[in-house]
């Protein structure tokens, strides 16, 4: 099984790399799913029902989220309805949304994913550890196939959540910084890590927003309300081989792609 992991998408500009590249990297690469992290998709900051829909109609099967899942207020009613939109797993009981999910792909092979928040220098939500020991059995019943989403902030943290689940997971999959990591590989047990994948969004920019807003906000500690950057865009991924008989990963590849 081929599975296709994109990097934050930011905004209009990620959604463009993600409309002009996903197709021709899930006919070339023979991809069976696509899974996406989108919680900056609107504008940089959150998400909405029209840009979660433009995005499924785009190729990606489900979308991962994080800290930012909240940023636009439509999301609560929106991530109540539509399942294949995640957030954090390990958000308080009673928050509304789901986790985690167990799909098909079209050949009829089935996937897990699940979602989860880290806490250093993040908000202090409940233990990601715990709730992957939680999660991952529950997934299990279903399928050996497991993805991650490890969204947060700390190498050391992403690090600890690869080696926590190794041989648990098929792979665990570093986002939030946006800057995509080359320390992708396969751990001892079977599963595909990498720190971060990266960011899908303008690449004149500061992790996707305006270079000179981000100077500012250093030069002068004024809060401003960042704005996504324009122009050229990139498209951040890796590409990942699982056996979906045993759930072990083969291979992890990383790729990075611009538009125009």
């Known amino acids: 099984m081929k599975v296709l992991f994109i990097g ?3 905004g209009k500009p990620g959604r463009k790399a993600i409309r002009e590249g996903l197709p021709d990297l899930i006919s070339k690469l023979k991809v069976d799913f696509v899974i996406a992290n989108a919680e900056n ?13 433009e995005i499924f109609t785009l190729g990606v099967d489900v979308l991962t989220s994080g800290n930012h899942i909240w940023d636009k207020k ?7 309805k539509e399942s294949r939109l995640l957030r954090p797993a390990n958000y308080p009981h009673g928050v509304p949304g789901f986790g985690a999910i167990v799909m098909n792909t079209p050949s009829g092979e089935k996937i897990g994913i699940l979602n989860l928040s880290g806490r250093v220098f993040m908000n202090p939500l409940d233990c990601p550890f715990k709730a992957a020991q939680r999660e991952i059995p529950l997934l299990k019943e279903e399928t050996g196939v497991i993805v991650v989403d490890m969204h947060a902030e700390a190498t050391s943290e992403k690090a600890a959540m690869g080696w926590f689940l190794d041989g648990e997971v098929s ?5 939030h910084t946006h800057v995509q990591t080359a320390d992708e590989r396969i751990l001892p047990n079977g599963t595909a890590f990498i720190s971060d ?12 927003v305006k270079k000179d807003q981000i100077i500012n906000k250093f030069l002068t500690h004024i809060p401003v309300r960042f704005e996504t950057a324009k122009g050229e865009a990139m498209l951040s991924c890796v590409v990942l081989e699982i056996n979906a008989k045993t759930g072990v990963s083969t291979s992890i590849q990383r790729l990075q792609m611009t538009f125009e």
Do not use: L, Q, R
């Open 8 to 10: 934050d998408i930011v």
């Open 41 to 53: 998709a609107a504008g940089g900051f959150g998400i909405t029902k029209s840009i979660g829909e």
């Open 74 to 80: 439509e999301a609560v009613t929106y991530i109540v």
């Open 171 to 175: 792979a665990v999959i570093g986002t």
């Open 197 to 208: 994948v990266g960011m899908t969004g303008p690449v004149d920019s500061i992790i996707g």
